[in-house]
């Protein structure tokens, strides 16, 4: 059964740097994808990053340029590196992954990466200003 387990939410101030981490269980096929979401209060699930098997990596315009996301297969988690945090980065984070598919981006949508089979429970960022 696969799972996924997020850690290293909470709350710093803006312009602050926090990384999450997600490990999984189960095995992905050859191609797979891993992604981050998140969840503001009062908005809809956004993508913010993915990885496919490839090492391709793909970014909401929101957090380019702040978030990295890599992936650690040895270990089996993921991470998401995030700096120069604002206010409005404020949300629950999500892992999310497709074990049999390589990454499926839409850029200009809120969700950002589609396909994704197993999520995890989430972790709570909170950013103060």
């Known amino acids: 059964q696969v799972q996924l387990v997020e850690s290293g939410g909470g709350s710093v101030q803006a312009g602050g740097s926090l990384r999450l981490s997600c490990a999984y269980s189960?095995?992905?096929?050859?191609?797979?994808?891993m992604a981050w979401f998140r969840q503001a209060p009062g908005k809809e699930r956004e993508g913010v990053a993915a990885v496919s098997s490839d090492g391709s990596t793909s970014y909401a315009n929101s957090v380019k340029d702040r978030f990295t996301i890599s992936i650690d297969n040895t270990k089996r988690i993921l991470y998401l590196q995030m700096n120069s945090l604002k206010p409005e980065d404020t949300a629950m984070y999500y892992c999310?992954?497709?074990?049999?598919?390589?990454?499926?981006?839409?850029?200009?949508?809120?969700?950002?990466?589609?396909?994704?089979?197993?999520w995890g429970k989430g972790t709570l960022i909170t950013i103060s200003s």
């Open positions: 999310a992954a497709d074990y049999s598919s390589m990454c499926v981006v839409i850029r200009g949508t809120t969700t950002f990466v589609y396909g994704m089979d197993y």
């Open positions: 189960g095995y992905p096929s050859s191609s797979y994808c």
